[in-house]
């Protein structure tokens, strides 16, 4: 909505994971350095977790676009599985046409697999998205893929990634757990990385280098707001620049902040408790919401305004004398 309006390319604060946008923290690195390894290493195991919003899905998505044909990856981010589901997604994958009730005889199925690509020199690598949600027996079968070994150690990478509970969940399963070889923990980002989180995503989002969308001031309060969380720091910026846009500023402003942040819900998801005065927290959210539906109409009415402008100004020209010379010599070469 506001792209134009900020001679931007491209969204630079949606919500949705996009690696294009990934923001090489120093703790970003390394994470994608261990999740590097575990592509590469015959043994290796490897367990990213972090809070929600912390950047976790983003590093998956980069790691996936630097795969070729000399790889091989399963993987799942939908974790919601019931007994045996695991195996059959992972033959699915393999081979549609796949079809086994029994366990065993997948599991047989898959070492097959294993073995016919490590012949053929192509390592494969199972990485699984929101891992908190595997159940105890899904850890399980995931300790019974990684076993499957051949003369020279494991047949499968195993990359999980999910939210701090799931090394907790891991730890319940000493087999497995021994079996990871690294676990690296993201956390939110400090302030100088905000700022910089914050530059950065404008930057590839094409703002001209010579415009500042944000201050100082504005930085240092959406880091104490967002705590460093990068999925809030998009949700913030990205209201922010919609208040400029709605008023015709050149620029977000620090004045916006209180507007924005019960409605955009940056605080309830740090702060869970229930507010003592509800009433009050009733009429101050219906008082908000009237400012932002009067920001809107006047944002609808700025765009009608320019595309009226755009249309009469369309109109003069197709009516002008030389628009209709041209016109007619143009007929007329067709003509001819």
């Known amino acids: 909505m506001y792209l134009d309006y900020f001679k931007l390319t491209s969204h630079p604060f949606q919500v949705a994971p996009d690696d294009r946008f990934l923001f090489q923290s120093s703790q970003h690195v390394k994470a994608l350095v261990y999740m590097d390894y575990a592509v590469w290493d015959a043994a290796g195991f490897v367990v990213i977790t972090g809070d929600v919003g912390t950047g976790k899905t983003t590093l998956v998505k980069r790691l996936l676009r630097n795969f070729d044909q000399y790889q091989y990856c399963f993987n ?7 007994k045996g589901d695991l195996f059959r997604i992972l033959l699915k994958q393999v ?5 086994f009730d029994n366990k065993i005889d997948m599991l047989y199925q898959l070492h097959d697999f294993l073995v ?3 012949h053929e020199n192509i390592p494969v690598i199972l990485i699984i998205d929101e891992s908190q949600y595997l159940t105890a027996e899904n850890l399980e079968e995931i300790r019974m893929l990684s076993g499957i070994e051949g003369k020279e150690g494991p047949l499968l990478r195993v990359i999980l990634v999910g939210q701090p509970e799931l090394y907790q ?6 087999q497995l757990y021994q079996r990871v070889k690294l676990h690296f923990q993201l956390r939110s980002l400090n302030e100088v990385e905000t700022t910089a989180y914050i530059n950065y995503r404008l930057d590839v989002a094409g703002l001209n280098k ?9 930085f240092s309060s959406i880091f104490k707001h967002t705590h460093g969380i990068p999925r809030l720091i998009n949700k913030t910026c990205d209201a922010l620049l919609m208040c400029a846009f709605a008023d015709n500023k050149t620029k977000a402003s620090l004045s916006d902040m209180d507007l924005i942040l019960q409605d955009i819900m940056v605080e309830t998801s740090l702060d869970i408790k229930s507010p003592i005065n509800k009433p009050a927290l009733m009429s101050s959210n219906n008082d908000n919401l009237e400012k932002i539906l009067l920001r809107g109409v006047t944002a609808l009415e700025n765009i009608d305004k320019k595309l009226n402008f755009l249309v009469s100004t369309e109109m003069e020209k197709i009516h002008s004398p030389i628009f209709q010379y041209k016109k007619t010599f143009k007929n007329r070469d067709i003509q001819a």
């Open 76 to 82: 799942l981010s939908y974790t919601f599985l019931d």
């Open 95 to 99: 081979d549609s046409s796949l079809k």
């Open 116 to 118: 016919e690509k490590k």
């Open 169 to 174: 969940n891991i730890a319940q399963v000493p």
């Open 210 to 218: 010579k415009t500042a969308l944000f201050s100082r001031q504005l």
